[in-house]
């Protein structure tokens, strides 16, 4: 009699050890997955403030071209924008494409400052052009600031996704890591 009640607190001891063991283990899978899904809110809103920040330097970058060259004078690549660009519902779905299209602007952006210090003489409303080219230096200071939180985010996000707990959640639903912006 004795022995069967040894034994079964032997076997309460066990289960309850187990379903502590259990207990943590699902606590981690949902920490996990909330910091996954609290990442993944922050590269989308991220990734947003990226796409406002572009557009708003091509916004300005197109003002400058129309009160700084004048059309005879334009090149094929501002030609190339001017025609292209089209401001309204403004977005880039591709992550790639983010650094190409600022690297884009920021040539042309060196193409409108060069082409200001060149007619320097003539009549144009400089204010009007040293307030935007301000807006510009705050723009790229804000841009450089989301680019560096973005890859963080991304950091984080593929920190969680491979925690060694949770790996085998992370192939059931095929999540993949996600890239840095370079």
């Given at each position: 009699m004795f022995l069967i009640c040894l034994l079964d607190q032997v076997w309460i001891n066990v289960i309850a050890a187990v379903?502590?063991?259990?207990?943590v283990y699902l606590v981690v899978i949902i920490l996990s997955f909330f910091f996954m899904g609290s990442f993944h809110k922050k590269l989308k809103n991220s990734k947003e403030t990226i796409?406002?920040?572009?557009y708003?330097?091509?916004?300005?970058?197109?003002?400058?071209?129309d009160l700084?060259?004048?059309?005879?004078?334009?090149?094929?690549?501002?030609e190339n924008f001017k025609n292209n660009l089209d401001l309204q519902g403004f977005t880039?779905?591709?992550?790639?494409?983010?650094?190409?299209?600022w690297s884009f602007l920021n040539e042309l952006y060196k193409i409108v400052v060069?082409?200001?210090?060149d007619n320097v003489n003539e009549e144009k409303d400089e204010r009007t052009i040293k307030i935007l080219l301000m807006g510009l230096g705050?723009?790229?200071?804000k841009y450089n600031e989301q680019f560096q939180l973005y890859n963080t985010y991304i950091e984080g996000f593929n920190y969680w996704n491979n925690f060694f707990s949770t790996r085998w959640i992370k192939r059931l639903f095929r999540?993949?890591?996600?890239?840095?912006?370079?």
């Amino acid at each position: 009699m004795f022995l069967i009640c040894l034994l079964d607190q032997v076997w309460i001891n066990v289960i309850a050890a187990v379903s502590v063991v259990v207990f943590v283990y699902l606590v981690v899978i949902i920490l996990s997955f909330f910091f996954m899904g609290s990442f993944h809110k922050k590269l989308k809103n991220s990734k947003e403030t990226i796409d406002v920040l572009i557009y708003q330097k091509a916004q300005i970058i197109n003002k400058l071209i129309d009160l700084i060259i004048d059309r005879s004078k334009r090149d094929e690549k501002i030609e190339n924008f001017k025609n292209n660009l089209d401001l309204q519902g403004f977005t880039i779905v591709d992550k790639e494409k983010i650094t190409s299209y600022w690297s884009f602007l920021n040539e042309l952006y060196k193409i409108v400052v060069l082409s200001f210090s060149d007619n320097v003489n003539e009549e144009k409303d400089e204010r009007t052009i040293k307030i935007l080219l301000m807006g510009l230096g705050e723009i790229d200071s804000k841009y450089n600031e989301q680019f560096q939180l973005y890859n963080t985010y991304i950091e984080g996000f593929n920190y969680w996704n491979n925690f060694f707990s949770t790996r085998w959640i992370k192939r059931l639903f095929r999540i993949k890591n996600r890239e840095t912006l370079k």
